[in-house]
């Protein structure tokens, strides 16, 4: 619905999804793979994502000085025993299953590699931007609590469901070094990686902004 669509139609739909048992589905997702998604480009956020760039800070390298994992406290706890990771799994799953709200089983499509993975037990949980990049590129200057509110960060597209190989080989890289394999996902890649890094107010390298610029250019 476009935002000139009149106010008692958007609560007729409101009503109508919650009377048919129907859930409202973020578009802010991939193309592929268990996040869901709208079926193709969007040039305004593309767009938006070259506008978000544009005002990112440029800068080298930072200092891996003082890291560890630790600093960024994750998962947080969601209630009923369960943390943001089983918030992932239920999200970026397809027929998942529960024990209780902790996710059991069901389908995940790797977005990263285009691997199926058929338990939770293969899925690993990535933050789109590493913790270690994020580091280099202002969080060590954070409080430890800012850390855990950026590792644990379901608002913005931070968190992914992928395979444990393709966890591994991207590792704590930046879209310089390190793309997904699936060439259709590298568009939505770059704009979710610019659209934390401009919330969180973290800087880029040339070579970072210079993929990241390439990227949205195939878009």
Known sequence: MSARTPRWLLIFALVLAVATGCEAVPVDRWDTGGRGGTGGE?????????????NLSVTKTGSM????????????????????RDEVLKRDGTKVKFSGCNVVAGTWKSIY?????????KVD??????????????????????RADFANDLRRPQLVAVSRTSNRAKGDQDPSTWKPS???????????????????????TKAEKAALTDMLQRC
Not at 125 to 146: C, E, F, M, Q, Y
């Open 42 to 54: 969007s040039p305004a956020q593309t767009a938006d994502a070259k506008v978000q760039l544009r």
């Open 65 to 84: 000085r003082g890291y560890s994992r630790d600093r960024f406290p994750h998962w947080r706890t969601t209630g009923d025993n369960c943390n943001v």
């Open 113 to 121: 590699d285009g691997r199926i993975l058929d338990s939770p037990t």
């Open 125 to 146: 949980i990535d933050h789109v931007v590493p913790l270690a990049n994020a580091w280099r590129s202002g969080a060590s200057g954070w409080t430890d609590d800012k």
């Open 182 to 204: 699936p060439a259709g996902n590298r568009c939505e890649y770059a704009r979710d990686w610019i659209a934390v890094k401009s919330y969180w107010k973290l800087s880029v």
